[in-house]
C-alpha cells in the first residue's frame, strides 16, 4: 500500500478513536455523575447530578451549601463485535477469513472528583477532575479488517477550577477553566497478509477551555439550567513507525495534527410535582461537524513540513434527549430512574472498524442513601441498547483504502453497554441548624 494512502488512513483512526463504542457519541464519555446517570442525565444542567452537576453547568454551585466534595467511579462493560458480509473486498476475506471479530472493545473504570466550597452567601469556587475522552479497542490480529485496524487506546485527563456568583435569588452564573491532557496510541497492520508487521502511531498534546452556565429559578419548584463546554484545541504531536514510510526515514516520522475537540451545549429543567417527586428533562448538542478535513503534516527530518495526508472525519453533530425521575422514598432513600435517546454523530457514510457507533436508547435506574447531614452514598446502572449502524467502508466512505487495490470492508454491528456507578459525598463542614443549609459553625 503507498505510504501516503497508509497514513491517512492511520493517522485518521488514531485521532478519532479513542473511545470506539463510545458512551456519548463518537468518543466522547458522559459517565462522569453516578446520580446523573440514574436519571439518564435528565435535569443535569439544571442540578439533578447534585456536585457532579458542574461538570455541565458551575453555576449549579449555588445549589450546593457549605464545602463538599463527590467521588465517582463507572464501571464499563461495552460489547461490539462485528462479522464480514456481503460486499467485503475477497482479498480482506481469503487472509482473514470471514469470522466474526468477537468483542473488539475493552472494559474500562472511569473516575470523577468534585470539590465546591461557599465562600460566603453569593460566592462559590469549586474544582472538577474528569476523564472526557478515551477507551480502549483490540481488533484481532490476521483478521480481515486488520489493514483497517489492530489496536488502540486513548486517554485524557482535564482540570476544571470553576467559580460561581449568586446574583440574585433567581439567578446564579458560573465560568470555569479546562486544562485537558489528550493522548493516543494504535497500530494498523501494514497489508492485509496474515501476521503483517504494525505500523504504530502516538502523540499527545495539553489545550484549554472554558466552561459557563447560568440557572434560573423562574418560580418556587422550577430550575433551568444553560451549561456549555467549550471546544479543546489539541495541538498533538507524535510518531509514526511504519515499515511503508521511505527507507531514508528509517521507518519514523515526527508528525503533527491539529484536532478540535467539539463544544457541548446542555440544557436541562426540574420540576417539583410534589414535597418526594421531581420529574426532569433533558437536551444536550455537540458541535462533532468541526472536525471536518485536518491536515497532518511532519515535524522535522527529511520530510519536515510536507502535509502527508488530510483527515477527512465529515462528522455530523450529535444530539441527546432525557426525562428522569426522582422519589424520596424517606428521608434517607431515594430513588431514580431515566430514559434517553442518542443520535450519534456517525452514519452508514463514515462508520468504520474503529468507532462502530450508532444511535442509542438509554435505560437507568439508580438510587441513594443519605447516612447523616454529612455522608450520602449512591448507585446507577445504565443499559445503552444499540440501533442498526453497520460498518460500511466503501467508495462513499472516507475511510475506504482505494489503492494499490479497492478494498471494502461490509460488516454486521452487534453492539450494547452496560454501566454500573456507585459514588461518595461528604460535607467537610458543618452543616448548621436543620433547614438552613450554608450556615457555618
Do not use: C
Not at 109 to 119: C, D, H, K, P, R
Not at 137 to 143: L, S, W
Not at 164 to 179: E, R, Y
Request: glycine fraction near 10%; hydrophobic fraction near 40%; proline fraction near 7%.
Amino acid at each position: 500500500m503507498p505510504r501516503k494512502t497508509h497514513l491517512a488512513f492511520l493517522l485518521m483512526a488514531g485521532v478519532s478513536l479513542t473511545a470506539s463504542q463510545a458512551y456519548a457519541g463518537s468518543f466522547a464519555l458522559r459517565e462522569q455523575s453516578t446520580i446523573g446517570l440514574g436519571q439518564a442525565f435528565a435535569g443535569v444542567a439544571a442540578g439533578s447530578g447534585g456536585l457532579s452537576s458542574m461538570y455541565w453547568n458551575p453555576a449549579t454551585m449555588t445549589l450546593i451549601p457549605g464545602w463538599q466534595s463527590q467521588w465517582s467511579v463507572s464501571g464499563i462493560f461495552p460489547r461490539a463485535d462485528i462479522r464480514p458480509t456481503t460486499g467485503t473486498s475477497p482479498i480482506l476475506l481469503n487472509f482473514g477469513g470471514s469470522a466474526s471479530t468477537g468483542n473488539i472493545i475493552q472494559s474500562g473504570v472511569l473516575a470523577a472528583g468534585y470539590t465546591s466550597y461557599q465562600v460566603n452567601d453569593r460566592l462559590w469556587i469549586g474544582l472538577a477532575t474528569n476523564t472526557p475522552f478515551g477507551l480502549v479497542t483490540k481488533n484481532p490480529i490476521n483478521a480481515p479488517g486488520q489493514l483497517y485496524a489492530r489496536t488502540s487506546k486513548v486517554m485524557s485527563f482535564d482540570v476544571n477550577p470553576n467559580i460561581a456568583f449568586k446574583v440574585t435569588d433567581w439567578l446564579s452564573i458560573g465560568l470555569g477553566v479546562q486544562a485537558m491532557y489528550f493522548e493516543t496510541r494504535l497500530t494498523s497492520a501494514v497489508s492485509p497478509a496474515p501476521s503483517a508487521p504494525s505500523a504504530i502511531l502516538k502523540g499527545d498534546s495539553w489545550g484549554y477551555g472554558l466552561t459557563a452556565g447560568v440557572m434560573i429559578t423562574p418560580m418556587e419548584g422550577t430550575q433551568i439550567g444553560i451549561g456549555y463546554r467549550s471546544s479543546v484545541k489539541q495541538n498533538l504531536e507524535g510518531s509514526l513507525r511504519s515499515p511503508t514510510l521511505p527507507a531514508f526515514t528509517g521507518g519514523y516520522a515526527p508528525v503533527k495534527a491539529d484536532l478540535t475537540l467539539p463544544d457541548l451545549l446542555t440544557i436541562g429543567i426540574r420540576q417539583t410535582v410534589t414535597p418526594d417527586l421531581t420529574l426532569s428533562a433533558a437536551f444536550e448538542w455537540t458541535k462533532w461537524s468541526s472536525l471536518g478535513v485536518i491536515p497532518v503534516t511532519v515535524r522535522s527530518g527529511p520530510l519536515a513540513g510536507n502535509t502527508v495526508t488530510t483527515l477527512p472525519f465529515k462528522y455530523d453533530d450529535g444530539y441527546f434527549a432525557s426525562v428522569g425521575a426522582e422519589y424520596s422514598w424517606n428521608p434517607e432513600l431515594t430513588l431514580r430512574a431515566g430514559l434517553g435517546y442518542e443520535w450519534s454523530p456517525i452514519s452508514d457514510s463514515n462508520r468504520d472498524l474503529r468507532v462502530p457507533d450508532s444511535d442509542r436508547i438509554h435505560a437507568t435506574l439508580g438510587f441513594g442513601y443519605k447516612f447523616n447531614n454529612k455522608l450520602s452514598v449512591d448507585f446507577a446502572y445504565a443499559h445503552l441498547f444499540a440501533l442498526k449502524g453497520d460498518v460500511k467502508i466503501g467508495p462513499n466512505n472516507p475511510h475506504f483504502i482505494s489503492t494499490p487495490a479497492p478494498l471494502p470492508y461490509f460488516g454486521k454491528v452487534n453492539a450494547s453497554v452496560d454501566i454500573v456507578s456507585a459514588s461518595l459525598t461528604y460535607r467537610w463542614d458543618d452543616p448548621g441548624e436543620p433547614n438552613r443549609p450554608g450556615v457555618f459553625k
